[in-house]
T-cell receptor
Framework: GAVVSQHPSWVICKSGTSVKIECRSL??????MFWYRQFPKQSLMLMAT?????????EQGVEKDKFLINHASLTLSTLTVTSAHPEDSSFYIC???????????????FGEGSRLTVL | SQQGEEDPQALSIQEGENATMNCSYK?????LQWYRQNSGRGLVHLIL?????REKHSGRLRVTLDTSKKSSSLLITASRAADTASYFC??????????FGDGTTLTVKP
């Protein structure tokens, strides 16, 4: 099936620094990618919808200046956590929807996730 | 709330038994997907069922969809220890937005 690659898998950073997470669709083009946040033993919460060539759409309560999203190409979206603090520590997962029919019906493929720990 | 509901929250069974998980959602959907997540990992797509379908099979998995009740179920037959994981449903609207259920943590004891 289609593959979505996420990098890095885990990152530890000091409070106040910025961290960038990449999400790539490896064998299909994704005009839209999604960024989720998942706390331990909880479900995924949609943070924002990343649109290629335009501004991301953020969910209510998500700070757009805190979580910068750039979708510069049809295969790459990046999430930058700016001035990270310990409360930003979480598991961040991206997904992309394959609309070309590789798996039919717009199936959503997920990256492996990036675990961020802010000290 | 953004989240749908899943029940049970946790399920513990013996190897060989069947496991059934239920999911409810709130809005009209285009399709619904079930995912599996091993601890600390990303989500793996299991099966997609469209809004005009009522039942779908894939190997040991059986998914049903009742749009009148806005609910879906996932049945895993002849469970194996390797099936131990968290299972999530995601309801997808025509606009492409996915809403995830709270998840069911399945433990299959060998």
């Amino acid at each position: 099936g289609a593959v979505v690659s996420q990098h890095p898998s885990w990152v530890i950073c000091k409070s106040g620094t910025s961290v960038k997470i990449e999400c790539r669709s490896l064998d299909f083009q994704a005009t839209t990618m999604f960024w989720y946040r998942q706390f331990p033993k909880q479900s995924l919460m949609l943070m924002a919808t990343s649109n290629e060539g335009s501004k991301a759409t953020y969910e209510q309560g998500v700070e757009k200046d805190k979580f910068l999203i750039n979708h510069a190409s049809l295969t790459l979206s990046t999430l930058t956590v700016t001035s990270a603090h310990p409360e930003d520590s979480s598991f961040y997962i991206c997904s992309a929807r394959d609309l070309t029919g590789l798996a039919g019906a717009g199936e959503l493929f997920f990256g492996e996730g990036s675990r961020l720990t802010v000290l | 709330s953004q989240q749908g509901e899943e029940d049970p929250q946790a399920l513990s069974i013996q190897e060989g038994e069947n496991a059934t998980m239920n999911c409810s959602y709130k809005t009209s959907i285009n399709n619904l997907q079930w995912y599996r997540q091993n601890s600390g990992r990303g989500l793996v797509h299991l099966i997609l069922i469209r809004s005009n379908e009522r039942e779908k099979h894939s190997g040991r998995l059986r998914v049903t969809l009742d749009t009148s009740k806005k609910s879906s179920s996932l049945l895993i037959t002849a469970s194996r220890a390797a099936d131990t994981a968290s299972y999530f449903c995601a309801s997808n609207t025509n606009a492409g937005k996915s809403t995830f259920g709270d998840g069911t943590t399945l433990t299959v004891k060998p």
